[in-house]
């Protein structure tokens, strides 16, 4: 793909939630002319991976049946409700053995742009650890992993210890500059409804 010969890069995208704020799948929500998980896996498609696992969990059924799901690596997590850690775990089962860099998305967050995932990968160079996208109000995702965190990301538990993670290495986090706000990503059905005006459309 995208990605320098001596550089295999693997996109992770986290859409295993179960929704329970929502009480619906939020990965089937409609946004654009599909899913809200249909638009974020454009977005990773067209971001330049050489690997992309997506981590699903509750809704799986529906997920695939409804979402194209074409080009990814599928990975199941029965330990969804323990939140994103069980998520990563999971997808890292998948990783590709030639994997030099790791990319979180989230399966949520629709405001996350190819050219966004594009420049935290350029930031994160040979011996980068982790790397943050750094927005004009704050640090966000997606998150990008070398390969010497793998097997820490693999032990990690809870739903935040990636950010945990990360106050523990601060010398080491590479902040990649992002222009405009950190994304919003969709817990409730107000978070859904504002990502739909901010686009310019309607539930």
């Not at 249909?38 to 067209?46: Q, V």
């Not at 199941?76 to 409700?81: A, C, I, K, L, V």
């Not at 989230?106 to 650890?129: F, H, N």
Request: glycine letters at 14%; hydrophobic letters at 40%; charged letters at 20%.
């Amino acid at each position: 793909m995208a990605q320098p010969a001596e550089r295999f890069v693997t996109g992770l995208v986290l859409a295993a939630g179960g929704s329970r704020r929502l009480g619906e799948p939020k990965q089937l929500l409609p946004y654009g002319s599909g899913t809200l998980l249909g638009h974020t896996l454009d977005t990773a498609r067209a971001s330049g991976f050489d690997q992309l696992i997506v981590a699903l969990g509750g809704g799986s059924a529906e997920v695939r049946r409804r979402v194209d799901l074409q080009g990814t690596d599928l990975v199941e997590n029965p330990n969804y409700g323990e939140g994103c850690s069980s998520s990563i775990a999971a997808g890292l089962s998948a990783l590709d053995p030639r994997a030099d860099l790791l990319v979180l998305m989230l399966g949520d967050q629709p405001g996350v742009t190819p050219a966004t995932v594009r420049a935290l990968i350029g930031g994160s160079g040979a011996g980068t650890m982790l790397a943050v996208c750094r927005y004009d109000d704050g640090r966000g995702h997606p998150l990008a992993f070398g390969r010497r965190l793998f097997a820490e990301l693999g032990e990690l538990d809870g739903d935040k210890a990636v950010w945990k993670l990360m106050d523990r290495l601060a010398e080491q986090v590479v902040e990649v500059r992002v222009p405009g706000s950190i994304p919003a990503d969709v817990d409730t059905r107000e978070d859904y409804e504002a990502i739909l005006a901010a686009a310019g459309s309607s539930p």
